[in-house]
């Protein structure tokens, strides 16, 4: 959501970063015992390995390919090839995790390792990686949260029928989830089909500055060589709602009684403040609501698009039948969210007809500034605070895994990344105080273990470990946010600036 999240208007926060994070400290022992704390990578951004093994292309090794690297790192890391290589030290990793007193770790599985032709023949090599990696977390007590899509679509179904534009993606990423239920369920609990499809439509199918990198002009700031910002946004995700759904229908019918999983969906989600207290203001903000998380929320939750977005976007936006519409309503365990970020809109009116619009102007708001828009703005950990209270007021206080929360910095930030640890201190300050007002949030995990490939990044990572670019090896590092992480976990309370892991 780059262009939702730049800054379009500058802005001085007045506040400064630390001065409450410091105050009142708070450990693990504060939290219900059954609450579970991790951390999260996702299988492009983290493996490496691109061409190992089987694994074919995915649309996002075609997307990183075509855009040059960014920052100081190789391309080759930065574009995922290598990344962190996850895919060879992932038994040095699960030790990390393990020292820094995770519960559980939260990753995805790559599509295209798994089934390299998009469809049909399974890879043997992938299932035996997806198996190692679950089995050394369970043997090292870490509980395993599997993302099963996170972007990463096999190449050649996007050649052979445009990927997630056609409705024949519903049955093959079934086909897909079907075996990674087989092959995985009877060890993996927690499973989430989609990771935050809301971002990737607006990403990829408007804005196209992320795989599958479609858009066309006015609209998008990619090359728009391909696609149709006007239409394209709301195919996708009605397809991405239905692959969804028709996912969970298999999983219950044939596997979760025996497994005893659960199974959810994630979105990516901002606190949306209107940027005056004008009438137009929080109408807007009203309606960014409904686009960016009611789009897919109501859905989930009441069986239909929202009544604003039907409204504002005529004819392009597909109707559910009354069997999809009820398929959805019963298709959530769990909530997934990755929160970053508070976002200012104002009231953005357009006169063209819906037909001339895209996404962005079919909501008539328009995002001015966002307090995490780049690294060094202050993120208030209230922000986080009012996105439970909302989803605990608008859709039943469902429960609640926060997928991701983390704070970007530059990568060549070794160890004293305090800023990082200021925002994870005051965003679980505020978390239990939303857990002692009642929100059935279940889980945190931060965003991320160490420094991966970002997306939209220009040098900057969100890793509690550095990540060594230049060493062949790839050494990882304890930053201080990994250091008062363990701390926090391990019930300690304080910013501790000087202890140390064991060198790895």
């Known amino acids: 959501m780059m262009r939702l999240l730049r800054v379009v208007a500058p802005l001085l926060v007045a506040a400064a970063v630390g001065s409450a994070a410091t105050s009142g400290e708070i450990s693990r022992d504060d939290f219900p015992r059954s609450f579970v704390f991790g951390a999260s990578t996702s299988a492009y951004?983290?493996?490496?390995?691109?061409?190992?093994?089987?694994?074919?292309?995915?649309?996002?090794?075609?997307?990183?390919?075509?855009?040059?690297?960014?920052?100081?790192?190789?391309?080759?890391?930065?574009?995922?090839?290598?990344?962190?290589?996850?895919?060879?030290?992932?038994?040095?990793?699960?030790?990390?995790?393990?020292?820094?007193?995770?519960?559980?770790?939260?990753?995805?599985?790559?599509?295209?390792?798994?089934?390299?032709?998009?469809?049909?023949?399974?890879?043997?090599?992938?299932?035996?990686?997806?198996?190692n990696l679950i089995n050394e977390l369970l043997n090292?007590?870490?509980?395993?949260?599997?993302?099963?899509?996170?972007?990463?679509?096999?190449?050649?179904?996007?050649?052979?029928?445009?990927?997630?534009?056609?409705?024949?993606?519903?049955?093959?990423?079934?086909?897909?989830?079907?075996?990674?239920?087989?092959?995985?369920?009877?060890?993996?609990?927690?499973?989430?089909?989609?990771?935050?499809?809301?971002?990737?439509?607006?990403?990829?199918?408007?804005?196209?500055?992320?795989?599958?990198?479609?858009?066309?002009?006015?609209?998008?700031?990619?090359?728009?060589?391909?696609?149709?910002?006007?239409?394209?946004?709301?195919?996708?995700?009605?397809?991405?709602?239905?692959?969804?759904?028709?996912?969970?229908?298999?999983?219950?019918?044939?596997?979760?009684?025996?497994?005893?999983?659960?199974?959810?969906?994630?979105?990516?989600?901002?606190?949306?403040?209107?940027?005056?207290?004008?009438?137009?203001?929080?109408?807007?903000?009203?309606?960014?609501?409904?686009?960016?998380?009611?789009?897919?929320?109501?859905?989930?939750?009441?069986?239909?698009?929202?009544?604003?977005?039907?409204?504002?976007?005529?004819?392009?936006?597909?109707?559910?039948?009354r069997n999809q519409s009820e398929q959805l309503i019963n298709s959530m365990d769990f909530l997934g969210i990755n929160y970053y970020t508070i976002l200012y809109v104002k009231n953005h009116p357009h006169d063209a007809p819906s037909d001339k619009r895209d996404f962005m102007a079919d909501m008539s708001a328009k995002s001015i500034f966002t307090s995490n828009s780049t690294t060094g703005f202050y993120v208030p950990g209230y922000g986080l605070q009012q996105v439970l209270e909302h989803l605990k007021q608008s859709y039943g206080n469902p429960p609640i895994y926060i997928h991701e929360n983390g704070y970007p910095m530059h990568q060549e930030v070794v160890f004293d990344d305090g800023p990082r640890l200021e925002f994870l201190s005051e965003h679980l300050r505020s978390l239990l105080i939303s857990l002692r007002n009642g929100s059935n949030t279940r889980g945190y995990f931060v965003w991320s273990l160490m420094d991966l490939y970002e997306l939209l990044s220009?040098?900057?990572?969100?890793?509690?470990?550095?990540?060594?670019?230049?060493?062949k090896d790839l050494k990882r590092y304890p930053r201080r946010s990994a250091i008062w992480y363990a701390d926090f976990l391990k019930g300690r309370k304080g910013l501790r600036r000087t202890e140390r892991f064991s060198d790895h």
Not at 458 to 470: H, Q, R, S
Request: aromatic content about 14%; overall charge negative.
């Open 458 to 471: 220009l040098g900057d990572t969100y890793g509690l470990y550095y990540v060594d670019f230049a060493d």
């Open 140 to 321: 090292h007590g870490i509980q395993p949260h599997v993302t099963i899509f996170q972007y990463d679509l096999p190449q050649i179904l996007e050649d052979v029928y445009d990927g997630w534009l056609s409705p024949q993606i519903i049955d093959d990423f079934t086909a897909y989830a079907d075996v990674c239920f087989r092959e995985f369920g009877d060890r993996v609990t927690y499973w989430t089909t989609l990771n935050e499809p809301n971002a990737l439509v607006s990403l990829g199918y408007d804005a196209g500055i992320g795989p599958p990198g479609r858009c066309s002009k006015p609209f998008g700031l990619g090359d728009c060589s391909r696609g149709n910002s006007v239409n394209e946004p709301y195919i996708v995700s009605h397809n991405f709602l239905l692959a969804h759904s028709s996912a969970v229908s298999l999983y219950r019918r044939k596997y979760q009684t025996k497994q005893n999983g659960l199974i959810g969906m994630n979105i990516f989600i901002n606190n949306i403040v209107p940027f005056t207290n004008s009438t137009e203001d929080i109408a807007a903000a009203k309606r960014a609501q409904a686009f960016f998380t009611g789009w897919f929320l109501d859905p989930l939750y009441y069986g239909d698009y929202p009544l604003v977005m039907k409204e504002n976007t005529g004819s392009k936006l597909p109707v559910f039948s």
């Open 45 to 131: 951004q983290w493996e490496g390995a691109a061409a190992e093994d089987g694994r074919t292309p995915s649309v996002w090794d075609t997307f990183a390919h075509a855009h040059s690297g960014s920052g100081t790192q190789r391309d080759d890391h930065v574009r995922g090839d290598v990344a962190a290589d996850g895919y060879h030290k992932y038994k040095e990793d699960i030790k990390l995790m393990k020292e820094t007193g995770l519960d559980a770790y939260r990753f995805s599985i790559s599509w295209p390792r798994v089934i390299p032709n998009g469809r049909g023949e399974v890879n043997p090599k992938g299932v035996e990686y997806y198996n």
